[in-house]
């Protein structure tokens, strides 16, 4: 039996918030807690949900919430079943959960407590980080498409697969059907690198063949970049330039309209105007 200043040999999982599997950015959200040899576990996930939303704006925090009350309750029926198997009947596609780590703790309410600090929740006088990359791109779209009053009427997270086939992960962030067209904006940051810019590429004839299939109109697909100087693709930069340049040639090259994070007034204007708001 442990004393009680003798420390308990445990382990933690961290629960990671995943809107983008192809993009894979994330933010932590919660902590499994288990005292090794025990059947005591504890689960807690964040309260505030102010990082998730910045990665993603339309997260469901009140579906996560109700995962985290469903998976304690799995957990306490079944705390010698089978980790990995509850977590993937209880998790949601956009969940995942990074391996085990060992950690000593006086109690477990301490520390979960710690763990929460350190990798979920900020101290409150820590400021946020400032939004870059794709996350950076889609809070400027939503605040464009705010301002002229439709994005409330467009689809957001749009499932490839209704359109290509079963298993495509990629969500496509934005869109909506004028007349005659649906019209598609997906934020592709070229700061890391082509990768986003090359599996949009790569998806785009499918899902313009399946939007033409299941809709019975054409597809017009927009990404939407930063600008070249935004991220330091200068002439003084010549190998970011080029990478930036290449990351450009490859969406229009297969059909993408490219557009700039500067260009989205105008795109939320006529959005404005072709809904009739």
């Given at each position: 039996?442990?004393?009680?200043?003798?420390?308990?040999?445990?382990?933690?999982?961290?629960?990671?918030?995943?809107?983008?599997?192809?993009?894979?950015?994330?933010?932590?959200?919660?902590?499994?807690?288990?005292?090794?040899?025990?059947?005591?576990?504890?689960?807690?996930?964040?309260?505030?949900?102010?990082?998730?939303?910045?990665?993603?704006?339309?997260?469901?925090?009140?579906?996560?919430?109700?995962?985290?009350?469903?998976?304690?309750?799995?957990?306490?029926?079944?705390?010698?079943?089978?980790?990995?198997?509850?977590?993937?009947?209880?998790?949601?596609?956009?969940?995942?959960?990074?391996?085990?780590?060992?950690?000593?703790?006086?109690?477990?309410?301490?520390?979960?407590?710690?763990?929460?600090?350190?990798?979920?929740?900020?101290?409150?006088?820590?400021?946020?980080?400032?939004?870059?990359?794709?996350?950076?791109?889609?809070?400027?779209?939503?605040?464009?498409?705010?301002?002229?009053?439709?994005?409330?009427?467009?689809?957001?997270?749009?499932?490839?697969?209704?359109?290509?086939?079963?298993?495509?992960?990629?969500?496509?962030?934005?869109?909506?059907?004028?007349?005659?067209?649906?019209?598609?904006?997906?934020?592709?940051?070229?700061?890391?690198?082509?990768?986003?810019a090359k599996v949009l590429a790569f998806s785009a004839a499918g899902l313009r063949a399946?939007?033409?299939?299941?809709?019975?109109?054409?597809?017009?697909?927009?990404?939407?970049?930063?600008?070249?100087?935004?991220?330091?693709?200068?002439?003084?930069?010549?190998?970011?330039?080029?990478?930036?340049?290449?990351?450009?040639?490859?969406?229009?090259?297969?059909?993408?309209?490219?557009?700039?994070?500067?260009?989205?007034?105008?795109?939320?204007?006529?959005?404005?105007?072709?809904?009739?708001?």
């Amino acid at each position: 039996m442990n004393s009680p200043t003798q420390r308990r040999a445990c382990e933690f999982h961290l629960l990671r918030y995943v809107p983008d599997a192809v993009r894979n950015e994330y933010v932590h959200i919660g902590v499994i807690l288990r005292e090794q040899g025990s059947r005591q576990i504890e689960v807690r996930f964040t309260r505030d949900w102010r990082r998730v939303r910045c990665l993603d704006p339309d997260a469901d925090t009140a579906l996560l919430e109700g995962i985290e009350g469903e998976l304690r309750q799995r957990l306490h029926e079944e705390p010698d079943g089978k980790l990995m198997r509850l977590l993937g009947e209880s998790l949601s596609l956009n969940l995942q959960m990074t391996e085990a780590k060992a950690y000593l703790a006086e109690t477990l309410p301490a520390g979960m407590e710690e763990l929460m600090r350190l990798y979920v929740d900020p101290p409150a006088r820590v400021r946020l980080p400032r939004l870059s990359g794709r996350a950076a791109i889609q809070a400027r779209m939503r605040a464009e498409f705010e301002r002229v009053g439709v994005w409330d009427l467009l689809r957001k997270r749009i499932a490839a697969s209704q359109y290509t086939r079963p298993g495509d992960p990629l969500r496509i962030d934005a869109g909506y059907r004028p007349n005659g067209i649906i019209r598609m904006f997906h934020a592709v940051s070229l700061e890391p690198g082509v990768e986003l810019a090359k599996v949009l590429a790569f998806s785009a004839a499918g899902l313009r063949a399946g939007v033409k299939r299941v809709e019975k109109v054409e597809l017009e697909l927009t990404a939407v970049i930063e600008p070249a100087a935004k991220i330091g693709a200068t002439d003084e930069e010549p190998d970011r330039l080029e990478m930036y340049r290449f990351g450009v040639e490859t969406m229009e090259e297969h059909q993408i309209r490219v557009l700039t994070t500067s260009d989205m007034g105008r795109v939320a204007e006529t959005a404005r105007r072709e809904l009739r708001v």
